[in-house]
C-alpha cells in the first residue's frame, strides 16, 4: 500500500497529459497512474485503455483501487480525433455527430462512473477536467490567415459543452464530498507555424502557454486549500480573451 494520494491522470500521453504525469510537484505528493490507449514507456503505473470503451472504466477504477487505495481524483485530459478541419460550410453532418458524440460522451462517462463509484464506496473525491477557452469565447478567427491551421467548429462545441456538464455534475453533486472543475488553457507551445504564435502572441502579454504552466494549478486543485472551491473554469491565457 502506497502512502501518497492515488490520482489518475487520462490522456496521459498527451501534451498537457504527459507533463501533468511528470511534474515533480504532483509527484512528490501524489501517486499518478496513468491511462491512455497506447502504453507509456517506463511506467509502471499505466493502464491501457481507450476511453470509448464506457464500460471498462468502471472496472479500472476498481483495479486500481484494490491494488494501490483509495482514488484520490481523476484528471481528463483526453483530446479524442477530430476529424474533418474543413470550412464550416463542408462540414460533414454524420462525421460530425461522431466527433461530438466521441469527445463529450468520454467526459460524461468519467465523471459519471467516478462519482458512482466514489459515492459506492463512501469516498470523496476531485474531478478536474481540461477543456479550452474555446468553449466560452469566440475564435480569433483572425490568427489563423495564411497558414493551414484552423479552429474547427466541432472543437468549440465539446469545450462548451464540457463546461457545462462540470457545472452541472459540481451542482447536483455538492452535496457528496465530490468536487469537479475545468482548466481552459489559451494556446500551448507544440511546435506551431512561426506566423501563428506572432499573430497569437499579440493579444498576450508575453506568448503562448508552456505545457508546464499548468502543473501548478492543478496541485491547488488537489489540495485542501481549494476545499471551498466547487464547479470553477479556470481560463489561463495571459489575457489573451480579454
Known amino acids: 500500500m502506497l502512502s501518497k494520494k492515488n490520482i489518475i491522470i487520462l490522456g496521459c500521453n498527451g501534451l498537457i ?3 501533468l504525469f511528470k511534474s515533480k510537484i504532483l509527484n512528490e505528493k501524489f501517486n499518478i497512474i496513468g491511462i491512455d ?9 499505466f493502464y491501457k485503455l481507450d476511453l470509448i470503451n464506457y464500460k471498462k472504466f468502471y472496472k479500472i477504477l476498481e483495479s486500481i483501487s484494490k491494488k494501490y487505495g483509495k482514488i484520490h481524483s481523476v ?20 462525421l460530425l455527430q461522431l466527433e461530438i458524440s466521441n469527445h ?12 458512482n ?8 473525491g476531485v474531478v478536474i477536467n481540461f477543456s479550452s477557452i474555446y468553449g466560452g469565447y469566440t475564435p480569433r478567427f483572425e490568427i489563423y490567415k495564411d497558414t493551414k491551421m484552423t479552429m474547427p467548429i466541432q472543437y468549440a462545441i465539446c469545450k ?6 462540470t457545472k452541472y455534475f459540481a451542482k447536483m453533486l455538492n452535496k457528496k464530498n465530490l468536487k469537479f472543475y475545468t482548466i481552459s488553457p489559451g494556446g500551448i507551445e507544440d511546435g506551431q507555424n512561426k506566423k501563428f504564435i506572432k499573430e497569437y502572441s499579440k493579444f498576450t502579454n508575453s506568448g503562448m502557454l508552456k505545457k508546464n ?6 496541485n491547488f486543485l488537489l489540495s485542501e486549500d481549494a476545499s471551498k472551491l466547487q464547479g470553477n473554469n479556470f481560463v489561463i491565457d495571459d489575457g489573451f480573451t480579454l
Request: glycine residues 4%; positive net charge; aromatic residues 12%.
Open 213 to 218: 504552466e499548468l502543473n501548478g494549478l492543478v
Open 37 to 45: 490507449k497506447e502504453k507509456k514507456k517506463f511506467s509502471k503505473f
Open 160 to 165: 462548451n459543452s464540457i463546461n457545462s456538464m
Open 17 to 19: 497529459g504527459d507533463s
Open 75 to 94: 484528471v481528463n485530459c483526453t483530446y479524442p480525433k477530430i476529424y474533418q478541419k474543413k470550412e464550416l460550410l463542408k462540414i460533414d453532418t454524420k
Open 117 to 124: 463509484f466514489l459515492i459506492k464506496n463512501k469516498e470523496k
Open 104 to 115: 463529450v460522451g468520454i467526459f460524461f462517462n468519467v465523471m459519471q462512473n467516478f462519482s
